[in-house]
């Protein structure tokens, strides 16, 4: 099993996030056309052209061989996750019109000494200029930062995912129990199928 960062994926600009991982329709055409859940609702070619749109108009920003720190708040509740690549079994599944748009996550208890190290790493590189934040209409706030530690965290990481963990294009280990995150809040680019 090896992680690895990411080659290609995009992460909502600014505070781009709320919008994008909205579930709820708001009735502006302009912020509908930005939200995840509508774009992914059609067909592969009208899917990838529009997030490709997205990415130009400048709601997603691209990252390339890094590991994002993801911050999420709720309820009182802060939980930090380190995004990577996972080799481990079996291969990585297809993407949808070459975006690869589910996260695996794997959590620990978080009285677990490595979750505690992986915290400790994390925690750390919150205190930067943040590449997104955006608090939904839920509460919900995520964050997300590029880890200047790369190498620490995926070392930490590696002791958090269990062995035989199918590999995954994206994945999320947290530095203690595991998080949903919404569908677009990350998204993996390779390239678009011809």
Same mark, same amino acid.
């Given at each position: 099993m090896n992680l690895a960062p990411v080659a290609r994926f995009a992460v909502p600009a600014g505070t781009a996030a709320a919008i994008v991982v909205a579930r709820e329709a708001t009735g502006d055409e302009l912020t509908d056309s930005?939200?995840?859940?509508?774009?992914?609702?059609?067909?592969?070619?009208?899917?990838? !052209?529009?997030?490709?749109?997205?990415?130009?108009a400048g709601v997603y920003t691209v990252l390339a061989e890094r590991v994002l720190v993801l911050r999420i708040s709720q309820s009182g509740i802060r939980s930090l996750a380190a995004l990577a690549r996972l080799d481990g079994e079996g291969t990585i599944p297809a993407p949808r019109a070459g975006l690869d748009v589910t996260v695996a996550a794997h959590g620990a208890n978080a009285a677990?000494?490595?979750?505690?190290?992986?915290?400790?790493?994390?925690?750390?590189?919150?205190?930067?200029?943040?590449?997104?934040? !955006?608090?939904?209409?839920?509460?919900?706030?995520?964050?997300?930062?590029?880890?200047?530690?790369?190498?620490?965290?995926?070392?930490?990481?590696?002791?958090?995912?269990?062995?035989?963990?199918?590999?995954?294009?994206?994945?999320?280990?947290?530095?203690?129990?595991?998080?949903?995150?919404?569908? !677009?809040?990350?998204? !993996?680019l390779r390239q678009a199928s011809v």
């Open positions: 930005r939200r995840f859940a509508a774009i992914a609702a059609l067909d592969d070619a009208h899917f990838r !052209g529009s997030f490709e749109e997205l990415v130009v677990n000494a490595q979750a505690e190290t992986l915290r400790a790493l994390l925690e750390a590189e919150t205190k930067q200029r943040p590449v997104f934040h !955006g608090m939904t209409a839920e509460g919900v706030t995520y964050s997300g930062f590029e880890a200047q530690a790369a190498e620490p965290i995926l070392e930490a990481c590696l002791g958090l995912i269990p062995a035989g963990a199918p590999s995954a294009a994206l994945c999320l280990a947290f530095a203690g129990p595991s998080v949903n995150v919404p569908d !677009g809040l990350i998204v !993996g």
